[in-house]
């Protein structure tokens, strides 16, 4: 029986680059900042000051002392969710469009969400 190759396809996560966002679980539960990175093929998101991992660097150029570095690691997207600082409280995203185009909204408040902060 030969194996099949399937095509991944990327998953949709429901943040973007620029949110504000709450960890919701794990080690840093109830931390809040902005999504420096999107990782779609693995489902992951990076966010600044969470998930802070360290790591050991060899002397380089740039760095010619070396030593140890402190960094965010990428976190599975499940577990942020997206932080609507209008109502000070975490949301789901919903929808709304007009005929200047379609823009998110915060689902407790009705405030519209910024694309870029």
Request: hydrophobic share 30%; net charge positive.
């Amino acid at each position: 029986m030969a194996a099949t190759k399937h095509k991944v396809q990327p998953n949709k996560i429901h943040v973007k680059k620029g949110d504000y966002v709450m960890v919701i679980s794990g080690k840093d539960a109830g931390k809040k900042g902005k999504v420096i990175d999107v990782i779609r093929k693995k489902g992951r998101v990076v966010v600044e000051k969470a998930n802070m991992v360290k790591r050991h660097t060899k002397p380089s150029q740039s760095m010619p002392q070396g030593g140890i570095v402190s960094k965010e690691a990428p976190m599975a997207s499940s577990n942020v969710m997206l932080y609507c600082q209008e109502c000070k409280s975490v949301t789901r995203v919903s929808f709304k469009v007009t005929e200047e185009g379609k823009y998110r909204v915060c689902k407790h408040c009705g405030e519209t969400l910024p694309d870029k902060h």
